[in-house]
């Protein structure tokens, strides 16, 4: 059961402490507390877990600082949509908002090699007015001996040139706890010239100890990429693994899944599942078909195939698109085959508006379907 309460609720009101009070009381139930820090308002969502079936919504809806009660399925109790349209679906970070209507693209490195690569990219970004990108210091390797990222001593130029573009948001994959500190000691030290997604990559989709650590800070928002070889569901509760820990700005990437029966492709893309993530949950959905696709093939009408992929995300509703370009993609120290040319950032950016503006049409065509059909 999830009990809502007033907006603004202060903790040291006794309408606050008679509420707390008596859900305490509640026998056999565990009382979980999550506040959602808004820019205008903060929320306080309390979760009661256990035999709740028995307690009567009307006793809980009458306590002084509750606004409204909710049944809730097991399944993802924070990030759940449990057929309540009222509730709050999205956050804000860095002045930008990141919810199930917003779009954003990050188009950057896969892997951060040198500051003129990167002052290059982010220059590109920034000429075609985008405020967000991504940049890869930690590099989870399949080879060990394989270039493993920069680490911690290429962060303060990356930080300090995106600051220097207006970059807003950079992803950047982390893989251990001291990642999370190195990035938040460099923005400290810096002032915070740009803000960071906290990137979950598919290989640790399920490494529970790493998403509790994204989970137990709520400074930086996460990006969590779906595992490439488990279900749905699975990597839906990575991602209430966070929340449950007091994040819940999260953004939910789908990025192909690892099967030999997507080759030639990288991987499986998978983007049909973007509608299926916006209706079981309130996150917003990125695609990654960078990763999905693996490759600069081109179709026989002289469209790359990453292109299709994204326009596959755009058109299914996706949120966010997670791109991978590079100066000089020979000389890229991780994944060059599949990077897109500084030359194709406008071109790309311009099949992405065609296609979202297809994707908002369509809502309206459903909408207007609805209305004159009722169904
Ligand atoms: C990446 O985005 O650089 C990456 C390694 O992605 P994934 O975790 O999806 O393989
Ligand atoms: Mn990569």
């Not at 049944?71 to 993802?76: L, T, V």
């Not at 990108?133 to 390797?141: H, I, L, S, V």
């Not at 953004?251 to 030639?264: A, I």
Request: neutral net charge; glycine residues 6%; hydrophobic residues 40%.
């Amino acid at each position: 059961m999830l009990v809502i309460l007033n907006p603004n609720t202060d903790e040291q009101s006794p309408e606050f402490k008679k509420t707390w009070k008596h859900l305490k009381s509640l026998p056999n139930i565990t009382v979980k507390m999550h506040r959602i820090e808004g820019a205008l308002q903060s929320l306080t969502e309390i979760y009661l877990i256990g035999e709740t079936r028995a307690i009567p919504i009307e006793s809980i809806q009458a306590l002084p600082a509750v606004e409204r009660v909710i049944r809730i399925s097991e399944e993802y109790r924070i990030l759940g949509r449990h057929h309540d349209k009222l509730r709050t679906v999205g956050f804000e970070y860095q002045g930008l908002q990141f919810d199930q209507h917003s779009f954003h693209i990050f188009a950057g490195l896969c892997a951060v090699d040198n500051p003129s690569n990167v002052e290059t990219m982010l220059k590109a970004v920034h000429e075609q007015g985008l405020q967000c990108t991504r940049m890869g210091a930690y590099k989870p390797r399949t080879n060990p001996y394989s270039f493993q990222g920069h680490g911690k001593s290429c962060l303060s130029y990356v930080f300090e040139l995106a600051g220097k573009y207006g970059i807003k948001v950079i992803a950047m994959e982390v893989t251990h706890e001291s990642h999370v500190a190195e990035i938040d000691e460099v923005l400290e030290n810096l002032g915070h010239p740009t803000g960071v997604f906290l990137q979950i990559g598919t290989r640790n989709t399920q490494n529970f100890e790493l998403l509790k650590i994204v989970g137990r800070q709520t400074k930086y928002p996460v990006l969590l990429k779906r595992g490439f070889g488990i279900t749905l569901n699975e990597s839906l509760n990575a991602a209430e693994y966070i929340a449950s820990e007091g994040n819940a700005n999260i953004v939910f990437c789908l990025r192909g899944m690892k099967t030999s029966f997507s080759d030639p492709h990288r991987n499986m893309v998978d983007f049909t599942h973007v509608p299926v993530i916006k209706r079981q949950t309130r996150m917003p959905v990125c695609v990654d078909p960078s990763h999905s696709v693996g490759s600069r093939e081109k179709s026989p009408e002289g469209i790359l195939d990453i292109f299709h992929a994204t326009a596959q995300g755009i058109i299914a509703g996706a949120n966010m698109v997670l791109v991978d370009f590079h100066p000089k993609p020979a000389d890229a120290l991780v994944d060059g085959p599949q990077a897109l040319l500084l030359k194709e950032l406008p071109y790309f950016i311009e099949d992405v508006r065609l296609v979202h503006d297809t994707f908002e049409k369509r809502v309206a065509l459903a909408e207007k379907y609805a209305e004159t059909t009722g169904v």
